[in-house]
T-cell receptor, first 111, second 115 residues
Framework: RKEVEQDPGPFNVPEGATVAFNCTYSNSASQSFFWYRQDCRKEPKLLMSVYSSGNEDGRFTAQLNRASQYISLLIRDSKLSDSATYLCVVPTQRGGNKLTFGTGTQLKVEL | EPEVTQTPSHQVTQMGQEVILRCVPISNHLYFYWYRQILGQKVEFLVSFYNNEISEKSEIFDDQFSVERPDGSNFTLKIRSTKLEDSAMYFC?????????????FGPGTRLTVL
């Protein structure tokens, strides 16, 4: 299994739709996870952190399933501005703080 | 809102030349990082830096690469003899604390093109 694996998409959805992305990780010792958003040719920006079973912030919900080693991101009532690539990120637990990125899932929200 | 800045935004160089990419991390941050992203590929970790020394580096970060914090504000990545495959977007990041719970803030990146 790859360290961090995501479906690359693209997911093409109409405005207002609910869309969910999954991410699997290989290191069962991982304790925390991040979802970053990356717009085309821009830097990654933190969207959500996931430390326990889940986290919710407005239209965005992240859930963690440790038994199955996957994290999900749910976007409700999607907007045109949500179009981006969503990166699943797993930090190491060691002092170096390396972040391991998935390849990202591309979302296109259409009228 | 404090942010990480990087210069230049785009660097074009000839194969074999040395390049220095510059970053100014967020001022009260203590941990600094370089990542790269080849076009169409995922973001890859290069190196982390704390207390004036490298704390971790990846296999990509070979002898051609070096990092330095020459003063209290700048953090640089040097590539001694560039190769075509070094063409990528290079992101600098910083964080205030260590540990897996701590957010890393990314700069806008330097696009390096090696001809």
């Amino acid at each position: 299994r790859k360290e961090v694996e995501q479906d690359p998409g693209p997911f093409n959805v109409p405005e207002g739709a609910t869309v969910a992305f999954n991410c699997t990780y290989s290191n069962s010792a991982s304790q925390s996870f991040f979802w970053y958003r990356q717009d085309c040719r821009k830097e990654p920006k933190l969207l959500m952190s996931v430390y326990s079973s889940g986290n919710e912030d407005g239209r965005f919900t992240a859930q963690l399933n440790r038994a199955s080693q996957y994290i999900s991101l749910l976007i409700r009532d999607s907007k045109l501005s949500d179009s981006a690539t969503y990166l699943c990120v797993v930090p190491t637990q060691r002092g170096g703080n390396k972040l391991t990125f998935g390849t990202g899932t591309q979302l296109k929200v259409e009228l | 809102e404090p942010e990480v800045t990087q210069t230049p935004s785009h660097q074009v160089t000839q194969m074999g030349q040395e390049v220095i990419l510059r970053c100014v991390p967020i001022s009260n941050h203590l941990y600094f990082y370089w990542y790269r992203q080849i076009l169409g590929q995922k973001v890859e970790f290069l190196v982390s830096f704390y207390n004036n020394e490298i704390s971790e580096k990846s296999e990509i970060f070979d002898d051609q690469f070096s990092v330095e914090r020459p003063d209290g504000s700048n953090f640089t990545l040097k590539i001694r003899s560039t190769k075509l495959e070094d063409s990528a977007m290079y992101f600098c990041a910083s964080s205030s604390l260590a540990g897996a719970l701590n957010e890393q803030f990314f700069g806008p990146g330097t696009r390096l093109t090696v001809l």
